[in-house]
């Protein structure tokens, strides 16, 4: 599930020209949806409200905060589960067989 999360995340480590467009619907819709909030006197979420927040403080919060720990997260899982390039280890040792319905008739 971690994974999965990184990447519907994972604009925020692509290029410049690809990230900003997303950032900055996210705002807009979270701009949006704190604008609704305070017309109806409810309480608004800190980041989500357009008189607090800037684009960059958002990312830098955001990357700081959620998206570098997750990475890290899969990073370390992905150190310690090894058994999968034994499994392919142990495959390139025994040879690879012939392609199925290659064999000489």
Not at 67 to 95: C, Q, S
């Amino acid at each position: 599930m971690v994974l999965i999360k990184c990447c519907d995340i994972s604009n925020e480590v692509r290029p410049m020209e690809v990230a900003e467009p997303w950032v900055d619907c996210l705002l807009e819709e979270y701009f949006m949806q704190s604008d609704r909030e305070k017309t109806e006197g409810l309480p608004v979420a800190p980041f989500m409200d357009r008189e607090k927040v800037t684009k960059p403080t958002a990312q830098i919060g955001f990357i700081k905060f959620v998206l570098i720990p997750m990475f890290e997260a899969v990073m370390k899982v992905n150190v310690h589960n090894t058994h999968h390039r034994d499994t392919v280890w142990l495959w390139e040792t025994l040879g690879i067989p012939k392609a199925v319905g290659s064999e000489s008739r």
